[in-house]
T-cell receptor, first 116, second 112 residues
Framework: GAVVSQHPSRVICKSGTSVKIECRSL??????MFWYRQFPKKSLMLMAT?????????EQGVEKDKFLINHASLTLSTLTVTSAHPEDSSFYIC????????????FGPGTRLTVL | AQSVSQHNHHVILSEAASLELGCNYS??????LFWYVQYPGQHLQLLLK??????LVKGIKGFEAEFIKSKFSFNLRKPSVQWSDTAEYFC??????????FGAGTTVTVRA
């Protein structure tokens, strides 16, 4: 149980285009999902919290107009990188929160974004 | 806000050696503690977690961790590593807002 998928796993795009990344909880419902960015040899940096039915909350320094998040259903959150630039190239990882006595996040496999 | 520090950036050891990875956090209140592992080319997987109760927590694949509240530590241990334990290990903490703060990670390389 608690499987999270991401699509696509890899994407290469031209500078100035937009890219959408999907995060799905496959066998559970998640009212809360999280989006992280992982730089090479670095830890995960939380970008935003995606809340089903309401606006996402962004961490300090993350541009909400550039990284659009939509939590369309209890099993799907999307991250759209708008007007992508080479500095947006990174590994984007989502997680889904399983609520309960031992509140835990389960992670997707990540999406490698390369902006040319 | 809480912060997490992992003392070892890269650990290299031989098979059958014992492993201990340090993790300290800074937060004055109640925290939940996690260790995640990321095998090469794979996604983050939960190794173990501590919420309350016995401070010695056993996880998957023979790993365990001990929560020492007075030291703000949650060190990960494995008595005898295998080549397949080569991976990146992340300590993480959340307080009362369910957001995870991650340590910088420790790369563990096990030589056959």
């Amino acid at each position: 149980g608690a499987v999270v998928s991401q699509h696509p796993s890899r994407v290469i795009c031209k500078s100035g285009t937009s890219v959408k990344i999907e995060c799905r909880s496959l066998d559970f419902q998640a009212t809360t999902m999280f989006w992280y960015r992982q730089f090479p040899k670095k830890s995960l940096m939380l970008m935003a919290t995606s809340n089903e039915g309401s606006k996402a909350t962004y961490e300090q320094g993350v541009e909400k107009d550039k990284f659009l998040i939509n939590h369309a259903s209890l099993t799907l959150s999307t991250l759209t990188v708008t007007s992508a630039h080479p500095e947006d190239s990174s590994f984007y990882i989502c997680s889904a929160r399983v609520e309960g006595l031992t509140d835990t996040q389960y992670f997707g496999p990540g999406t490698r974004l390369t902006v040319l | 806000a809480q912060s997490v520090s992992q003392h070892n950036h890269h650990v290299i050891l031989s098979e059958a050696a014992s492993l201990e990875l340090g993790c300290n956090y800074s937060y004055g209140g109640t925290v939940n503690l996690f260790w995640y592992v990321q095998y090469p080319g794979q996604h983050l997987q939960l190794l173990l977690k501590y919420f309350s109760g016995d401070p010695l927590v056993k996880g998957i694949k023979g790993f365990e961790a001990e929560f020492i509240k007075s030291k703000f530590s949650f060190n990960l241990r494995k008595p005898s590593v295998q080549w397949s334990d080569t991976a990146e290990y992340f300590c993480a903490v959340n307080a009362n807002d369910y957001k995870l703060s991650f340590g910088a990670g420790t790369t563990v390389t096990v030589r056959a």
